[in-house]
């Protein structure tokens, strides 16, 4: 029998952890980090009609940017690994997985979001109504294995066998408590993120002001976010290491 993860502890100690270690997880990822949130302000300057190369190229640079966070994080919490090195922007091999695979989870959503898009650019029919049927079912069923499958980014972040099937096997019956731990993650920085955007059509220097306390306000959850993801691959796949693809298993 699976085991089910507890979602007030494991919230608890993603909280925890990140308040207490806030200042050495920065430290790991402070020059990336750093380039993050300066990147993440300017888009808000940014007219994507009128400047859409210049928009595009910091969506690309972030892109490659949230990997080296990520994985420094994941490895920090989950193997203890805290690089002695003061400018940690290495784009690598774990890094590139971590892309990949982020990628791969976001193209769960294709099919069901394809569908949508027809259904919605189409004149009001049956088969208009039988594709967002099936857009929206699609997109719940993109959502549960997206859900549960997000447990590979912990895996490809400390070397263990990248086993979709064996992630699959290990978090049956707790789609419901890791999409709990995940709203529960994110949520405060949207109402936060809330609060703070009215200030942002205040005036050049209060929006500036609003959006770096965003910025920081999005990393601090991003720690919570990658903790929890962290502790419930502990928990559910097991400790880092002792992981063993099955015989029938295809590892990636």
């Not at 919570?224 to 502990?234: H, K, P």
């Amino acid at each position: 029998m699976n085991a089910k993860l507890d979602v007030v502890a494991t919230v608890r100690e993603a909280y925890k952890g990140a308040w207490q270690h806030f200042g050495e997880m920065l430290r790991l990822i402070w020059l990336p980090g750093l380039l993050y949130l300066v990147l993440s302000v300017a888009s808000a300057f940014v007219d994507r009609g009128e400047q859409l190369f210049v928009a595009v190229l910091i969506d690309f640079i972030s892109l490659f940017l949230w990997p080296i966070i990520a994985v420094a994080w994941h490895r920090f919490i989950l193997l203890g690994d805290a690089p002695a090195g003061r400018f940690n922007l290495s784009f690598g091999r774990r890094e590139a997985r971590f892309l990949l695979f982020s990628i791969f989870l976001v193209l769960l959503f294709m099919p069901g979001g394809i569908l949508m898009v027809i259904a919605v650019s189409m004149p009001q029919t049956m088969t208009t109504s039988l594709l967002s049927f099936f857009g929206l079912l699609f997109l719940f069923v993109s959502l549960y294995f997206f859900v549960r499958l997000s447990l590979l980014l912990p895996a490809v972040s400390v070397d263990d066998p990248v086993n979709p099937r064996l992630v699959l096997e290990r978090t049956r019956g707790n789609f419901w408590r890791l999409a709990a731990v995940l709203v529960l993650a994110v949520l405060p920085v949207l109402v936060v993120a809330g609060l703070l955007g009215g200030l942002v059509t205040q005036g050049p220097a209060a929006a500036i002001a609003a959006l770096i306390a965003i910025a920081l306000v999005s990393i601090f959850f991003a720690v919570v976010n990658v903790a929890v993801l962290s502790i419930a691959y502990r928990e559910l796949v097991g400790p880092p290491g002792t992981q063993a693809p099955d015989s029938g298993d295809e590892d990636f």
